[in-house]
T-cell receptor, first 112, second 113 residues
Framework: QKEVEQDPGPLSVPEGAIVSLNCTYSNSAFQYFMWYRQYSRKGPELLMYTYSSGNKEDGRFTAQVDKSSKYISLFIRDSQPSDSATYLCAMSPNTNAGKSTFGDGTTLTVKP | KAGVTQTPRYLIKTRGQQVTLSCSPISGHRSVSWYQQTPGQGLQFLFEYFSETQRNKGNFPGRFSGRQFSNSRSEMNVSTLELGDSALYLC????????????FGPGTRLTVL
């Protein structure tokens, strides 16, 4: 079993919908949690970076971490066609990038 | 500010050959990390260089190697290519090796026939 499991998708929603993307993990040492967006033929782009449990909001994006359940989520409000991409969760026991473990990604399509 | 650049963008090789991929980090960034991305294994860490020294290494065989030059540009080399090495190879740079501070390049798509 992988340390990080991500809802595989693909996910297709109409424009304006609220999107929920989720990952679960098994390593209780993970303290830092990240969400990346990856467009086709591009490298991943960091969206959200959170430490420990709680919520973090940035514009239309909200990241939630529930360490007791080993569960993290990314919510996208008022989704736009430009949000169509693959979303990767990643987590690490410390700030060292080399220790990060990534999920396999969820591909999201937002239809106009 | 220019982003991370990787060359070449696409590469086709045959089994047994070797390949060298290049990464130019964002100006001023001293940390360069390499990742392999495949549909089956996802994104996996290869190694990280800081000021020409390898500081971290992932769980890949010795066929995968890298180096960093004094101008922070980095290369990775894969020798004796196998079919399973077909992947997108991503380079990421940061001022320090901090997970939330990495900027990724567009990647090099390697196909091994």
């Amino acid at each position: 079993q992988k340390e990080v499991e991500q809802d595989p998708g693909p996910l297709s929603v109409p424009e304006g919908a609220i999107v929920s993307l989720n990952c679960t993990y098994s390593n209780s040492a993970f303290q830092y949690f990240m969400w990346y967006r990856q467009y086709s033929r591009k490298g991943p782009e960091l969206l959200m970076y959170t430490y420990s449990s709680g919520n973090k909001e940035d514009g239309r994006f909200t990241a939630q971490v529930d360490k007791s359940s080993k569960y993290i989520s990314l919510f996208i409000r008022d989704s736009q066609p430009s949000d169509s991409a693959t979303y990767l969760c990643a987590m690490s026991p410390n700030t060292n990038a080399g220790k990060s473990t990534f999920g396999d990604g969820t591909t999201l399509t937002v239809k106009p | 500010k220019a982003g991370v650049t990787q060359t070449p963008r696409y590469l086709i090789k045959t089994r047994g050959q070797q390949v060298t991929l290049s990464c130019s980090p964002i100006s001023g960034h001293r940390s360069v990390s390499w990742y392999q991305q495949t549909p089956g294994q996802g994104l996996q860490f290869l190694f990280e260089y800081f000021s020409e020294t390898q500081r971290n290494k992932g769980n890949f065989p010795g066929r995968f190697s890298g180096r960093q030059f004094s101008n922070s540009r980095s290369e990775m080399n894969v020798s004796t290519l196998e079919l399973g090495d077909s992947a997108l190879y991503l380079c990421a740079s940061s001022l320090r090796d901090i997970a939330g501070e990495q900027f990724f390049g567009p990647g090099t798509r390697l196909t091994v026939l």
